[in-house]
């Protein structure tokens, strides 16, 4: 069935409507046979969730990926970095329903563990402090704003040559969180009461699966889908 799933997302275009039907059946069957907290099992409920975002199904795919760090939590004291990633999907998914306040407290617990695992100076680091950025701006928050956007300035302009749309984005919003009410759009944000809804204008996500993250962590943590979890096969 997965082989299936593939299939419907390679054509053109993707049969995203029948992938969720097949992958639906496909998380039922591991839930059932391997449990609910199987690496397998979650990294299938991720790409389930992927799948609900390509149909802007954004309370589905909060649901299943919320459902996935819950696994985590369970388990582990200090929850890995791959679940930091899963929660700035979140915060995206919070961000494009206009809960700016929820997406905000979720960005706010992923940073210091994103500047601890990649580096203060990172692309990593200065993507999530961008996503930041953006939502303070969409809550009005302009001081809270320019900091972490400033930061995620310099880091991209040292690495424009491989970031450029990165920097573009973050001039945008630097010049939309400097000059309120000129909204310099751009490639990046649309007005507080509108934010768009796909795009660069919204926080990207890097989290569970290879195919969405950044060159960056598939050359860090290898292309397979449980990279991240070591070689057991219960999270924990």
């Given at each position: ?17 029948d992938?969720?039907d097949l992958?639906q ?20 409920m ?9 149909q802007?199904r ?9 459902s ?13 970095i ?6 700035q ?9 206009g ?23 990172s ?6 402090k ?7 701006y969409q809550?009005?928050d ?16 040292e ?8 920097y573009?984005?973050v001039l945008?919003?630097l ?21 768009v ?5 919204v926080?990207r ?14 050359a ?9 979890v ?7």
């Amino acid at each position: 069935m997965v082989r299936l799933v593939k299939v419907y997302i390679s054509q053109s275009p993707p049969r995203i409507s029948d992938a969720i039907d097949l992958q639906q059946q496909v998380v039922k069957i591991l839930k059932a046979s391997l449990g609910d907290d199987h690496v397998v099992t979650l990294v299938e409920m991720g790409y389930l969730a992927l799948f609900y975002e390509e149909q802007d199904r954004l309370e589905e795919a909060e649901r299943v990926l919320q459902s996935i760090v819950d696994v985590y939590r369970r388990h582990n004291k200090n929850m890995p970095i791959l679940c930091y990633g899963i929660m700035q999907r979140i915060a995206r998914l919070y961000f494009l329903q206009g809960r700016f306040e929820e997406a905000m407290c979720a960005l706010v617990e992923c940073v210091d563990p994103y500047i601890e695992e990649y580096g203060p100076n990172s692309v990593e680091s200065a993507r999530i402090k961008t996503d930041l950025a953006a939502t303070f701006y969409q809550l009005g928050d302009m001081l809270e704003a320019e900091r972490p956007a400033k930061e995620a300035e310099q880091v991209f302009a040292e690495h424009i040559d491989t970031h450029g749309e990165d920097y573009m984005d973050v001039l945008n919003l630097l010049d939309n969180i400097q000059n309120p009410g000129t909204n310099h759009i751009g490639r990046a944000y649309g007005k507080p009461t509108a934010p768009v809804k796909t795009g660069r204008g919204v926080p990207r996500i890097e989290g569970l699966h290879p195919r969405s993250r950044s060159p960056e962590l598939r050359a860090k943590h290898g292309d397979q889908d449980t990279a991240e979890v070591g070689n057991t096969n219960q999270v924990g």
